[in-house]
């Protein structure tokens, strides 16, 4: 097949913009909001089901395209999988919907070329408004021309991308049930306080002596503590932005709570931008050891990951260093156990923060270190796992996204004669 078969064609010509749908007012229907598209991930984090009342309409197979700063920079797009056949489902007024024209486009190539910088560039590029609420164009964006090639190319195309997406989305779900799975370990030992006994038998339950303490019963030998006792809280820093040699893509690995907010990952190595050793030295960031367990203590609290290698943040995290015989794993877990405890103890009139010292007195209940002992044992293999699948995850979106605009300028072709 021959590229001079790839067409010029205008957007609004080959793709329904904004399909006209009907759901009768104050019928109750799945909804999806905007915090339930994750950044360049084709499949949809869920649903409420609610009133409708307004928004955009869509059906299975519909790409949703966010039209608002800073979601469409950051790759808010996805294709809607959660009706059942013939159903209609509304979402946010900042989607822009993307449907398919019978015999000259392909659903899902849609799809693919909606995060391609082909069209992604027309719709940042058509973006108007006041600062904060810029909105790309509609209309700009049915009026632009781009290349199409033939609808079995399409398909070909999306096949390619589609498999590479199926392995992200497999990926993905394995790693969901594996922190499932890990939280439960977590309250079963710590809250429930039903770790396994010398026989094997789960403790409270099979008559463990338990003592009484400021925080309730617990198991004997056990103490009360606060996150103090769990490791080093460290905050962060930010080198002048006036200095351009403090910043670098390649130097010491430097994250904010945006980094964190794009990046859903357990495990993290670095942010979008790397500080230099001149931009550490002159500022009142710190340099954490493998293990460290980041926690955003402003806008918003409660992101969490775990540091892969030696890394910096901004001041927007107390991060801990969890200490020696407690490790990383309990203090993530105990950090995601107790978000709410310490989102109360939050202060501030603009937006809430947790303070350093405040942290500190959050009070937790220190088991005895056989027990945090084995519990590592059991949930570090857990850990293992999840990082391994992590990083399969980044090599596969790597591999998805160099190929994507190869794919869809043609600069790489599918075999689709072969094919037939």
């Not at 590479?164 to 394995?174: F, M, S």
């Amino acid at each position: 097949m021959s590229f001079n078969e790839w067409r010029e064609e205008k957007l609004e010509d080959v793709i329904e913009f904004n399909p006209s749908e009907t759901i009768k007012k104050g019928k109750v229907v799945k909804k999806i909001g905007m915090d339930k598209l994750m950044p360049f991930q084709r499949k949809i984090e869920g649903f409420v089901v609610t009133k409708y009342t307004s928004g955009t309409k869509f059906r299975n197979g519909d790409t949703l395209l966010a039209r608002i700063t800073p979601c469409l920079e950051n790759g808010k797009t996805a294709q809607v999988s959660i009706l059942e056949e013939g159903e209609v489902g509304f979402g946010s007024t900042e989607f822009i919907v993307l449907r398919e024209k019978p015999g000259i486009s392909d659903r899902n190539f849609i799809y693919y070329l909606s995060i391609s910088p082909k069209l992604r560039d027309i719709a940042i590029k058509s973006m108007t408004g006041t600062s904060g609420r810029q909105r790309a164009q509609v209309d700009v964006i049915k009026n632009s021309i781009i290349k199409l090639p033939p609808i079995e190319e399409q398909r070909q195309i999306a096949n390619i991308l589609s498999s590479l997406d199926e392995k992200i989305e497999i990926n993905n779900e394995i790693n969901k049930k594996l922190e499932e799975m890990a939280q439960a370990i977590f309250k079963h030992w710590f809250v429930d306080f039903e770790f396994p006994n010398e026989n094997g038998e789960p403790y409270k339950s099979s008559g463990g002596e338990m003592v009484e303490s400021e925080l309730g019963m617990i198991p004997k030998g056990w103490k009360i503590g606060s996150i103090n006792d769990l490791g080093t809280i460290v905050s962060g820093g930010t080198p002048s932005k006036k200095k351009e040699e403090y910043y670098t893509e390649h130097g010491i690995p430097w994250i904010t709570p945006k980094d964190l907010s794009l990046n859903k990952n357990r495990f993290i190595s670095r942010g979008t931008i790397d500080i230099t050793e001149e931009g550490l030295k002159n500022s009142s960031a710190k340099l954490m050891p493998k293990g460290t367990v980041l926690f955003s203590s402003r806008a918003p609290i409660g992101y969490i990951a775990i540091a892969k290698n030696e890394v910096s943040t901004n001041q927007g995290f107390k991060s801990i260093i969890p200490k020696n015989n407690i490790g990383s794993e309990f203090v993530y877990q105990f950090l995601k156990m107790n978000k709410e405890i310490i989102e109360s103890r939050a202060s501030g009139s603009t937006f809430k923060e947790i303070s350093g010292g405040e942290l500190k007195k959050i009070p937790a209940i220190i088991p005895s270190n056989n027990i945090i002992y084995r519990y590592n044992l059991i949930t570090i293999k857990i850990s293992s796992f999840i990082k391994n699948n992590e990083e399969e995850l980044e090599k596969l979106r790597t591999i998805r996204d160099t190929l994507l605009p190869k794919l869809m300028s043609g600069e790489i072709r599918v075999p689709v004669e072969e094919e037939k």
